[in-house]
T-cell receptor, first 114, second 117 residues
Framework: NAGVTQTPKFQVLKTGQSMTLQCAQD?????MYWYRQDPGMGLRLIYY???????DKGEVPNGYNVSRLNKREFSLRLESAAPSQTSVYFC?????????????FGQGTRLTVV | AQKITQTQPGMFVQEKEAVTLDCTYD???????LFWYKQPSSGEMIFLIY????DEQNATEGRYSLNFQKARKSANLVISASQLGDSAMYFC??????????????WGLGTSLAVNP
């Protein structure tokens, strides 16, 4: 019962470096999300994907790109990391059905940009 | 615009007592869903309980119950018989109306709960 798996769990980047956060879910969910969590700011949506082949911007998309590789996988890419992107990143997935959309979360990735 | 407000940044409760965490929401939609999540110090987000706007009864899941007052637009989480393991951040969230196939969640800023022995 893996659920939502994120890699890596921790990462330190230098300003200007790039990296991709990986996320995979094995629950056959159609919707996937990337959030960032910063102290005092709760969870903010970066990008989401309602279904395979579609992606949309959330509240804070600048500096990020995403790829919905298939139904299972949704990756988040930082092309040129900045200190402002230091945060904890969560991937989540949900199955959109009438009346209920519980989101399941990965363990999070703690990213530090120096 | 839809909004979630959690007015209690931090709460303390004695072990074995009940505690209520407040959540108010703002929406003009008739159909919506309200969620509570727990985030312990280890960082994972754990789903606790869900309430649909058309549900006539308050949701309950073990020691968790949701005090849903639709007219007041509040969805408070009640934890009965608090345990030390309940110490965590608690987030209230609301499901946005459906846009295509997607229903996004709107999040409050959270309440930090500390359970004292």
């Amino acid at each position: 019962n893996a659920g939502v798996t994120q890699t890596p769990k921790f990462q330190v980047l230098k300003t200007g470096q790039s990296m991709t956060l990986q996320c995979a879910q094995d629950m056959n969910h159609n919707s996937m999300y990337w959030y960032r969590q910063d102290p005092g700011m709760g969870l903010r949506l970066i990008y989401y994907s309602a279904s395979e082949g579609t992606t949309d911007k959330g509240e804070v998309p600048n500096g990020y790109n995403v790829s919905r590789l298939n139904k299972r996988e949704f990756s988040l890419r930082l092309e040129s990391a900045a200190p402002s992107q230091t945060s904890v990143y969560f991937c989540a997935s949900s199955y959109s059905r009438a009346g209920f959309t519980e989101a399941f979360f990965g363990q999070g990735t703690r990213l530090t940009v120096v | 615009a839809q909004k979630i407000t959690q007015t209690q940044p931090g709460m303390f409760v004695q072990e074995k007592e009940a505690v209520t965490l407040d959540c108010t929401y703002d929406t003009s939609d008739q159909s919506y869903g309200l969620f509570w999540y727990k985030q312990p110090s280890s960082g994972e987000m754990i789903f606790l309980i869900y309430q649909g706007s058309y549900d006539e009864q308050n949701a309950t899941e073990g020691r968790y119950s949701l005090n849903f007052q639709k007219a007041r637009k509040s969805a408070n989480l009640v934890i009965s018989a608090s345990q030390l393991g309940d110490s965590a951040m608690y987030f209230c969230a609301m499901r946005e109306p459906r846009v295509g196939n997607n229903r996004k969640l709107i999040w409050g800023l959270g309440t930090s709960l500390a359970v004292n022995p």
